[in-house]
């Protein structure tokens, strides 16, 4: 069992950045793949960006290559996702996901992102 916690959403301009933090407790990051995902008002849940142990490679959504980056801290299980060059589209809630191989079984709560134009 992993229990995911985000934080570090709040309300920025655009242009501005913002750094998310994705906390796990009851189980290490370092399996199988975690990932980070959005949701904006009246849309579907949408992937941001993801890092998968296994290869070692990291991979972003074209809607945010090049403005986000994920990083991880191993020795605080915390994952980040840094966002610059953020714009009014960008405005969701964002969610961290763990996959243990079978799929995205765990989530966090979410934390609100809102960017102002």
């Known amino acids: 069992q992993v229990q995911l916690v985000e934080s570090g959403g709040g309300v920025v301009q655009a242009g501005g950045s913002l750094r998310l933090s994705c906390a796990a407790s009851?189980?290490?990051?370092?399996?199988?793949?975690m990932g980070w995902f959005r949701q904006a008002p009246g849309k579907e849940r949408e992937f941001v960006g993801g890092h998968r142990w296994s290869t070692d490679n990291t991979y972003y959504a074209d809607s945010v290559k090049g403005r986000f980056t994920i990083a991880r801290d191993n020795a605080k299980n915390t994952v980040y996702l840094q966002m610059d060059s953020l714009k009014p589209e960008d405005t969701a809630v964002y969610y961290c996901?763990?996959?243990?191989?079978?799929?995205?079984?765990?989530w966090g709560q979410g934390t609100q992102v809102t960017v102002s134009s």
């Open positions: 009851g189980r290490t990051f370092s399996s199988y793949a």
């Open positions: 996901a763990v996959d243990y191989g079978l799929g995205w079984g765990y």
